[in-house]
């Protein structure tokens, strides 16, 4: 079993939002893979299904950024789940140009309140995460602001654009693991 959780906030008026790129990949995955609609799953929309041979369950939390680690303690299975092989989280990442990729297998929550509820709930940093650059903030924003406001029309087409190899990046993660995801994909 692998999970993947794409963190975003819910509701209309973040769907456009730079904090919520997880969702978009999260989205375009169960696009891609025909898992069909996301149905609700306690405090998360979940959608899953198979690929590449493996069981594979999408998860958005409805709990809002700071509290994603929530949606992921409510999942069944999650105790069993080793998150250094199985867990891969999609997030923004507002210390990377929009457009830039970086997959790593472990690391911190560099500031990022969503990756710390995660690794509250962990009690790790041992798993896999996949930072979609959204930009960074520019001087005399607030960080909360940036994160919260729309791409502009260019920046959005270049993160749609760039959703289909998103969708290559994890299902060579799934298959081959952090590394070779790393190797192929970062940039």
Same mark, same amino acid.
């Given at each position: 079993?692998?999970?993947?959780?794409?963190?975003?906030?819910?509701?209309?008026?973040?769907?456009?939002?730079?904090?919520?790129?997880?969702?978009?990949?999260?989205?375009?995955?169960?696009? +891609?893979?025909?898992?069909?609609?996301?149905?609700? +799953?306690?405090?998360?929309?979940? @959608?899953?299904? /198979?690929?590449?041979?493996?069981?594979?369950?999408?998860?958005?939390?409805?709990?809002?950024?700071?509290?994603?680690?929530?949606? !992921?303690? /409510?999942?069944?299975?999650?105790?069993?789940?080793?998150? @250094?092989?199985? !867990?891969?989280?999609?997030?923004? +990442?507002? @210390?990377?140009?929009? #457009?830039?990729?970086?997959?790593?297998?472990?690391?911190?929550?560099? #500031?990022?309140?969503?990756?710390?509820?995660?690794?509250?709930?962990?009690? /790790? =940093?041992?798993?896999?995460?996949?930072?979609?650059?959204?930009?960074?903030?520019?001087?005399?924003?607030?960080? =909360?602001?940036?994160?919260?406001?729309?791409?502009?029309?260019? =920046?959005?087409?270049?993160?749609?654009?760039?959703?289909?190899?998103?969708?290559?990046?994890?299902?060579?993660?799934? =298959?081959?693991?952090? +590394?070779?995801?790393?190797?192929?994909?970062?940039?």
């Amino acid at each position: 079993m692998k999970v993947v959780l794409g963190l975003g906030n819910p509701g209309a008026r973040y769907d456009a939002t730079r904090h919520n790129a997880g969702w978009w990949v999260v989205d375009r995955l169960s696009y +891609d893979w025909k898992f069909g609609s996301f149905r609700r +799953d306690g405090v998360a929309l979940a @959608a899953d299904g /198979t690929v590449v041979g493996h069981t594979v369950h999408l998860i958005k939390p409805l709990t809002y950024m700071n509290r994603s680690g929530a949606a !992921l303690a /409510t999942f069944s299975g999650w105790e069993e789940l080793d998150p @250094a092989r199985d !867990l891969l989280v999609v997030v923004d +990442d507002a @210390a990377l140009d929009v #457009g830039r990729v970086r997959l790593r297998p472990r690391g911190g929550a560099g #500031g990022h309140n969503g990756l710390k509820s995660v690794e509250d709930l962990l009690g /790790t =940093e041992e798993y896999a995460r996949l930072r979609i650059g959204v930009g960074q903030c520019p001087a005399g924003v607030e960080l =909360e602001d940036w994160v919260l406001s729309s791409f502009s029309g260019p =920046e959005e087409q270049v993160i749609t654009s760039l959703l289909p190899e998103l969708t290559s990046a994890v299902e060579t993660w799934l =298959e081959d693991g952090s +590394d070779e995801a790393m190797s192929r994909f970062n940039r």
